[in-house]
């Protein structure tokens, strides 16, 4: 195998094992890293193509699902999103909200998890914490 060959898979490896992937992901994410190490092993300037961010890679309708909730832009699923469009495309909620027409009112994490964590929330008694704490705030 190939030393560039062999570096892709290490890469598309690696990032498998932290990131759920289909068949065909895998075999476009190999293509894709291989071609860009072989460009950067000829000396070639190897610039991410820009995507045009008004072309949505899912539907607004399947983004938001009870299970996950997908990028528009790349289209994997997650349960919250900010840290993805923090990590992997470099923007802020905010900005993703503003490029896809997304109303604040819209959680950005999946119903089922913003339900589970308000269903945890409420069995652990936070909100009467915080209302003792805002109480204990105000008389200070």
């Known amino acids: 195998m190939s030393t560039i060959m062999k570096m892709a898979a290490d890469i598309i490896a690696a990032h498998a094992s932290t990131t759920p ?5 895998l075999i476009a994410e190999l293509t894709e890293v291989h071609a860009a190490l072989a460009a950067l092993e000829k000396g070639e300037n190897v610039a991410p193509e820009q995507s045009d961010e008004s072309i949505p890679a899912v539907s607004r309708k399947k983004a938001f699902g009870k299970d996950a909730i997908y990028c528009m832009i ?16 470099g923007m802020t909620a905010g900005e993703y909200r503003k490029a896809y027409d997304i109303p604040r ?14 269903l945890m929330a409420v069995e652990r008694g ?12 105000s008389k200070k």
């Not at 790349?74 to 495309?89: E, N, V, Y």
């Not at 009112?105 to 308000?118: P, T, V």
């Open 21 to 25: 992937m289909t068949k065909e992901e």
């Open 105 to 118: 009112a819209q959680s950005l994490a999946a119903k089922n998890y913003s339900e589970s964590r308000r």
């Open 74 to 89: 790349c289209g994997k699923g997650f349960k919250t999103l900010s840290r993805h469009l923090k990590t992997a495309h």
């Open 126 to 137: 936070l909100a009467d914490n915080l209302a003792k704490a805002r109480a204990n705030r």
